[in-house]
């Protein structure tokens, strides 16, 4: 399957902070992305979906303004976690879309202060 | 509500031993994927099974899906410790843009 990587793999910062998620697809290019959260013990929720070249489309209950997602690229996708707060505490994984198989990439770990 | 329901939400069973795990859904679907995830790591795709599938098998994997009761099923034969992961179900409902839903996964715990 496709190569997805994510960086950072953990991130620690203090509340009120912006941190920044890059995705990357390294042998495959999509015009379809996702973005997942995951609390501790629980399963992944999907938080937006993003087309390349258009904005993405927010999950119910998912702020878009706290929540930055721009797709640059067929291969690259970030999320911007804008003013962090300890609720935003959580592991955050991406996906590529295949064509009714999606790449997941190896999840961010952020932890906010 | 959520779709795609894991039961049992923990499993413990010795090495050598099948692993059944369960899962249910409400709305129809286009396919069932299974994925497993090993403790704060990304998932990993196990199976895909159509709606017009009923039973699937892969190396020591059989996944059945049964759409008339809406639920799939997942067994993992002659269970080995590395086999200790989540494990979760997601459907998709079909579309143009291939969402999945996630269950809430269980937890295989396969002692040695």
Known sequence: GAVVSQHPSRVICKSGTSVKIECRSLDFQA????????????SLMLMATS?????ATYEQGVEKDKFLINHASLTLSTL????????DS???????????????????????L | SQQGEEDPQAL?????????MNC????????????????GRGLVHLILIRSNEREKHSGRLRVTLDTSKKSSSLLITASRAADTASY?????????????????????????
Not at chain 1, 32 to 42: E, G
Request: aromatic content about 16%.
């Open chain 2, 12 to 20: 413990s069973i010795q090495e050598g031993e099948n692993a059944t």
């Open chain 2, 88 to 112: 979760f179900c997601a459907t998709d409902a079909g579309g143009s843009n291939y969402k999945l839903t996630f269950g809430k996964g269980t937890l295989l715990t396969v002692n040695p």
């Open chain 2, 24 to 39: 249910s859904y409400k709305t129809s679907i286009n396919n069932l994927q299974w994925y497993r995830q090993n403790s």
């Open chain 1, 51 to 55: 087309n390349e070249g258009s904005k």
């Open chain 1, 90 to 112: 959580s592991f955050y994984i991406c996906s590529y879309d295949g064509v009714g198989e999606q790449f997941f990439g190896p999840g961010t770990r952020l932890t906010v």
């Open chain 1, 31 to 42: 015009t379809t992305m996702f973005w997942y959260r995951q609390f501790p013990k629980q």
């Open chain 1, 80 to 87: 911007t976690v804008t003013s962090a707060h300890p609720e």
